[in-house]
């Protein structure tokens, strides 16, 4: 069984920066694409970033330009490079990866991790 440990949360003010970080521990085979998603207190859960194995990287309209995704596929690890942070970016941020083992395939996520962007 895999485990995502999120890292990186916390207290920044508007136009302050955060890096979050997920590394993917325990058995696995390989890890596929990993994302980060966000939920706001009363909101769905959104798609913030993805990449895949590759490194091709996808990002939601709001975030784009101030939000960088970007892995260490030796460590198994993604991270969330954030700046220019803005009130509406608070959210709980969720890791989630793709994984296979003995030749089976599934999706695990993280604990998550609080973001609160507050002067």
């Known amino acids: 069984q895999v485990q995502l440990v999120e890292s990186g949360g916390g207290l920044v003010q508007p136009g302050g920066s955060l890096r979050l970080s997920c590394a993917a521990t325990?058995?696995?085979?390989?890890?596929?694409?990993m994302a980060w998603y966000r939920q706001a207190p009363g909101n769905l859960r959104e798609l913030v970033a993805s990449?895949?194995?590759?490194?091709?990287?996808n990002y939601v309209d709001s975030v784009k330009g101030r939000f960088t995704i970007s892995r260490d596929n030796a460590k198994n690890t993604v991270y969330l490079q954030m700046s220019s942070l803005k009130p509406e970016d608070t959210a709980v941020y969720y890791c989630?990866?793709?994984?296979?083992?003995?030749?089976?395939?599934?999706?695990?996520w993280g604990q998550g991790t609080q973001v609160t962007v507050s002067s």
């Open positions: 989630k990866a793709g994984v296979t083992y003995n030749f089976n395939a599934y999706e695990k």
């Open positions: 325990g058995r696995f085979s390989r890890i596929l694409t």
């Open positions: 990449i895949t194995s590759g490194g091709d990287t």
